[in-house]
C-alpha cells in the first residue's frame, strides 16, 4: 500500500480527526498521519477494509468483451469499404443509363443482386456490431461506478441509446465521463500513461451523429426514389456514409482499445486479478 492510498484511508477512516493546527490527525494517536508503511491503527477499523475487499470484489472482467467488440467493428469497417467499391460500380451504372445507352439486363439484376447481399451481410454485421459494443459500454460503466461515484445510474449506458431525443447526448456523456474519470484515477497513482484528451470522445460522437443523419436520409431516400437521378443521388449518398463509417470505425477501436489499457491498469493499480 502507498503512502497516498493511505492517506486516502485516513480521509475516510472513523478515527479521524480535525485539528485547527494540525489539520487532519489520528484520533487515536494524536499525531498527523505521517507514517511511510502500514497504519495499525487504521487496521483495526474493519468495516473501512471490508468495504474495501467488498468493492474489489465487484469489478467485473471486460477484456473479452472490448476484443469482442473490436473485432465486429473491423468486420463492419471492412464491409464499409467493400460497400464503397459497389457504390462506385452502380453509380457508373447509372450514369450510362443516365447518358441513353444500352445496358444488358444481366448487368443489371448483378448489380442488384450484389447490392442486395451487401446490404444485408451489412446490417447483419452492423445490428451484431451494436449488440457487442453496448456490452462493452455497460460494463466499462458499471466497473466505473464500482470505483467511483458516477453522474448517473450504470443502466443509462444501456437504455440511453433506445430513448428518442436521449440517445443524441446521453451515451456521449457517459463515454466522456468514463474517459476523464479513468485519466484522473490512474493520474494519481501512475506517471507516464498516455491517457489522450477527451477531446477524441467528441469526434467519435460527432461523426456517430453525422453518420445516423445520414443514414435515415438515405432510408428516406430509398422508399421515395422513382427516376435514374433520384438513384444516382441515393447511390451518392450512400458512399459518403461509408466514407464517414471508416474513420468513425477506426476511432471506435482506437477508443475501446485505449479504454481496455486503462481498465487493466486500474485493476494493475488496485491489485485485482481478472
Not at 471492412?78 to 444500352?102: A, C, D, H, K, P
Not at 451494436?130 to 443509462?156: H, M, P
Not at 482499445?257 to 485493476?267: I, M, Q, S
Request: glycine share 4%; hydrophobic share 45%; proline share 2%.
Amino acid at each position: 500500500m502507498t503512502r497516498e492510498d493511505q492517506l486516502m484511508f485516513c480521509k475516510r477512516c472513523s478515527s479521524r480527526e480535525l485539528d485547527l493546527k494540525q489539520g487532519l490527525i489520528c484520533s487515536l494517536t494524536g499525531e498527523k498521519a505521517t507514517f511511510v508503511d502500514e497504519c495499525m491503527d487504521f487496521e483495526e477499523d474493519r468495516v473501512l477494509i471490508a468495504l474495501e475487499k467488498k468493492k474489489r470484489e465487484a469489478i467485473r472482467p471486460n477484456q473479452k468483451r472490448a476484443e469482442l467488440a473490436q473485432l465486429l467493428i473491423a468486420i463492419v469497417l471492412l464491409f464499409e469499404i467493400i460497400s464503397i467499391g459497389s457504390s462506385y460500380m452502380q453509380y457508373t451504372l447509372l450514369q450510362s443509363v443516365n447518358r441513353g445507352e444500352f445496358i444488358p439486363e444481366e448487368v443489371f439484376t448483378i448489380n442488384d443482386t450484389r447490392e442486395q447481399i451487401i446490404g444485408i451481410l451489412y446490417t447483419l454485421v452492423s445490428i451484431i456490431s451494436a449488440v457487442t459494443f453496448i456490452q462493452w459500454f455497460r460494463r466499462g460503466y458499471y466497473n466505473l461506478s464500482i470505483r467511483t461515484r458516477c453522474d448517473l445510474e450504470n443502466k443509462w449506458a444501456l437504455i440511453a441509446w433506445f430513448i428518442p431525443v436521449i440517445s443524441i447526448f446521453r451515451p456521449y456523456q457517459i463515454m466522456k465521463e468514463m474517459w476523464q474519470e479513468t485519466s484522473r484515477m490512474i493520474a494519481l497513482k501512475f506517471d507516464g500513461f498516455n491517457t489522450y484528451s477527451s477531446l477524441i470522445i467528441g469526434v467519435w460522437w460527432t461523426l456517430w451523429v453525422i453518420s445516423n443523419y445520414i443514414a435515415v436520409a438515405v432510408l428516406k431516400g430509398a422508399i421515395r426514389s422513382k427516376t435514374i437521378a433520384d438513384l444516382i443521388d441515393l447511390t451518392i449518398a450512400d458512399a459518403v456514409l461509408s466514407f464517414i463509417g471508416i474513420p468513425l470505425a477506426l476511432l471506435t477501436i482506437f477508443m475501446i482499445r485505449n479504454y481496455a489499457l486503462r481498465e487493466e491498469k486500474l485493476n494493475e493499480i488496485e491489485g485485482i486479478d481478472l
